[in-house]
């Protein structure tokens, strides 16, 4: 995502191929001014550690405010005023005074409303969330995921939302992509995953987690072995030296992502429920 | 139930907040356990869990004594270990163990796995030399690691390659009680399930007692007999498992088990989430009363002016809630 969006310094990061076509123009053509349009104007991006993502030494007003002079070149006044609507909007009391404060002065749920709110300053068409509610408690990770929710339904935006979690996901999208080494393995509408996953990785990682809801005493699923290192392109399958279907084919050649329904898109050539070749 | 192994009454742990460079003065106290009290039976797996900030860290470190409490008994195998210092409080510490979260800095980056492992045995006077190595080629192979691993270095080591170095330490000594904290929440997701089933595999193998301290509420009702909910310093609900999750008496479990997401969107879809406005207050000056009645759907009066006593209100089903 972040390459997407050109946030990857280059050198030493290098987009070697791909195109990645938003509205009709490919973001990775644009020339450095283009994607500075792009970026917090039509795509935001809220990130994983609120605290970190803020500059500790601004208000968060001023944080609020820049972008708006910046990209919708209001003044000061109307900056002031919309900075403390977007504030509230993200439920945040006492909106005019809290724009004073440095971010330090917010506990974490509300700094990561105030990410959204600055993230949502210029009205972008996509939001991409990376990981935002990872380092919060349930309670405020509840809270968090109701208003994203909601400002999805209200401005009609598309969010992308990365995440490790497959309970939260499972509550607030409607398709998914799991990725594994830097491939897209499996792809489906969010239903159609969790009740008919594909790929040996997605199985592993579903049999892997334990529920709320139940007090089955099945073993969790292990997935053996050690998340890949990323140094080597792999000359086969990327899961192979951790999959327990794995054949001859899987070391030598890279599965391409296929449609096996409509809808549904998996890379992997086992069919896991008869453990045979399915290409 | 079976026999009582550690006892906990009445817990406190103040930290003092001083100002002042020379004549440091005391200018506040951080609640971080206000008076807690629960039971402990001979092996069980007691979950503690709860937000971050809400003192099970502590507890779990007092209960170890590596804090002193500031007031409170924890009774551990007949002493209470308040009274206990020196070389008698050492002696105890051999029963008595604990795998901490973050398996990268809690293993010292210049020693051995050998050096590690074998450290307690050699402070604690049971073995030396080649009888220690034995000891730790057993350990090694007993935490699932290959004893010819005994002369690497942490940094050679994944994240949960290398908790299972600090569960072997922990477990050198042949503790019947291990304080576990966090232990998995610093791992991936698919080494969490390796690590879980590890520590099971040992309960039932060595007869192990745990006190599991986590904030995920689904790994803890995987893992745990019975279930003690903090909020602010405070224990405001305990209960075996299936009580605690089918039927939560106190609005902060409910509030809780609501909000933990469940990896099933058809449920997902379902469910009616119970949403706790605003956030945790500060432990510093924590609310009169019930501690939760800033965030309490149900708060009245009553909640403002006396502090919920902690009731039994099943067969070990405590609660601590004016309006249960």
Redesign the interface.
């Known amino acids: 995502m972040m390459s997407m969006i050109r946030l990857i310094p280059m050198p030493p990061g290098k987009i070697t191929a791909g195109t990645a076509m938003f509205k009709g123009r490919d973001l990775l053509t644009l020339s450095d001014d283009e994607i500075r349009d792009v970026r917090g104007a039509e795509i935001a991006m809220i990130y994983q550690e609120p605290m970190t993502a803020f500059n500790p030494v601004l208000t968060v007003g001023r944080q609020l405010i820049e972008p708006l002079e910046i990209h919708l070149g209001m003044n000061r006044r109307q900056a002031q005023q919309r900075a403390e609507e977007l504030l509230g909007m993200v439920g945040i009391p006492n909106a005019r005074e809290r724009l004073n404060d440095y971010p330090h002065q917010f506990?974490?749920?509300?700094r990561q409303r105030a990410m959204i709110a600055m993230a949502l300053v210029c009205g972008p068409q996509l939001l991409i969330a990376d990981e935002p509610t990872t380092a919060l408690?349930?309670?405020?990770?509840?809270?968090i995921v109701?208003l994203v929710k909601r400002l999805r339904e209200e401005l009609g935006m598309a969010i992308i939302w990365i995440t490790?979690?497959?309970?939260?996901i499972?509550?607030l999208a409607h398709r998914i992509s799991v990725m594994y080494a830097g491939y897209v393995i499996e792809q489906a509408p969010?239903?159609e995953l969790?009740?008919y996953p594909f790929h040996p990785y997605t199985i592993?990682?579903?049999n892997?987690?334990?529920?709320?809801?139940s007090?089955r005493q099945r073993?969790?699923?292990?997935?053996d072995g050690?998340?890949p290192i990323l140094l080597d392109k792999p000359t086969g399958c990327a899961f192979a030296p951790r999959c327990k279907y794995v054949r001859e084919r899987c070391w030598k050649e890279i599965p391409p992502l296929i449609p096996i329904d409509i809808n549904h898109h998996v890379a992997c050539w086992i069919d896991p429920r008869s453990g045979k070749e399915h290409l | 139930m079976s026999e009582v192994l550690l006892q906990v009454q009445n817990l406190v742990k103040y930290f003092p907040i001083k100002r002042g460079i020379i004549f440091k003065r005391e200018v506040g106290r951080v609640h971080a356990v206000d008076d807690v009290t629960f039971d402990i039976y001979r092996g069980e797996t007691l979950g503690l869990v709860g937000e971050s900030g809400c003192g099970k860290s502590t507890t779990g470190r007092t209960i170890l004594q590596l804090y002193r409490p500031s007031s409170g008994r924890i009774v551990f195998d007949g002493d209470n270990l308040v009274d206990l210092q020196g070389e008698a409080l050492r002696l105890k510490r051999r029963r008595m163990q604990m795998i901490f979260q973050d398996p990268y800095a809690s293993l010292n980056p210049r020693m051995t796995v050998g050096e590690i492992i074998s450290e307690p045995l050699i402070v604690h006077g049971i073995a030396k030399g080649q009888k220690a190595e034995a000891e730790v080629m057993r350990l090694l192979g007993l935490v699932g690691l290959n004893p010819a691993f005994i002369n690497r270095f942490p940094h050679e080591f994944s994240g949960g390659q290398r908790q299972r170095i600090g569960i072997a330490r922990a477990l050198a000594l042949n503790p019947s009680l291990v304080v576990c904290d966090e232990p998995i929440s610093a791992l991936d997701v698919s080494i969490q399930a390796q690590v879980v089933n590890l520590l099971g595999d040992l309960q039932t193998q060595l007869g192990l007692t745990y006190l599991f301290i986590a904030h995920d509420l689904s790994m803890v009702r995987y893992i745990c007999t019975r279930v003690a909910v903090m909020y602010l310093g405070v224990i405001v609900e305990l209960g075996n498992r299936e009580d605690l999750y089918e039927t939560p008496l106190h609005p902060y479990t409910q509030a809780l088990i609501s909000a933990v997401p469940i990896p099933d969107p058809v449920k997902e879809e379902q469910r009616q989430r119970i949403l706790l406005s605003g956030d945790v207050p500060s432990p510093i000056n924590p609310p009169t009363g019930c501690r939760f009645r800033t965030r309490c759907p149900l708060a009245a009066d009553v909640c403002a002016e006396q502090r919920p006593e902690f009731r039994e209100m099943k067969l070990g089903h405590w609660v601590a809630c004016h309006k249960v």
Request: proline letters at 5%.
């Open positions: 506990s974490g749920g509300m408690d349930v309670t405020i990770q509840a809270q109701d490790h979690d497959l309970g939260l499972a509550g969010i239903k969790y009740a592993s990682l579903l892997s987690l334990p529920y709320l809801d007090n073993r969790l699923e292990s997935i050690l998340p």
